[in-house]
């Protein structure tokens, strides 16, 4: 079992900052990535970043790379986005999303509004 919490959300105007956590607790030994994705209303789930624990490669989708940075922190089986230069079409619910043994788990979500 594995339970994902985000925080840092929050109400910002464009081209603020805000840096979302997200903890993982429970069968977390040895994950294999932990990312970020976004859901806006009426839309799809969309990738925006991700980092894999051994190494700590990234990737990011277009419409963010160049903006927003993730980072992790292993011992505390923990991952940080930080936004900068936020724009309105940033405003969503964000995920964290952990793979470990070849699964995927979600949290809840942290909702995310960029205001112009």
């Known amino acids: 079992q594995v339970q994902l919490v985000e925080s840092g959300g929050g109400l910002v105007q464009a081209g603020g900052s805000l840096r979302l956590s997200c903890t993982a607790s429970?069968?977390?030994?040895?994950?294999?990535?932990m990312g970020w994705y976004r859901q806006a209303p009426g839309k799809e789930r969309e990738f925006v970043a991700d980092?894999?624990?051994?190494?700590?490669?990234?990737y990011y989708s277009d419409s963010v790379k160049g903006r927003f940075t993730i980072t992790r922190d292993n011992a505390k089986n923990a991952v940080f986005l930080q936004m900068n230069s936020l724009k309105p079409e940033d405003t969503a619910i964000y995920y964290c999303?952990?793979?470990?043994?070849?699964?995927?788990?979600w949290g809840q979500g942290t909702q995310v509004t960029v205001s112009s």
């Open positions: 999303k952990l793979v470990v043994a070849g699964l995927g788990y």
């Open positions: 980092i894999s624990r051994n190494g700590g490669k990234t």
């Open positions: 429970g069968r977390t030994f040895n994950w294999s990535g």
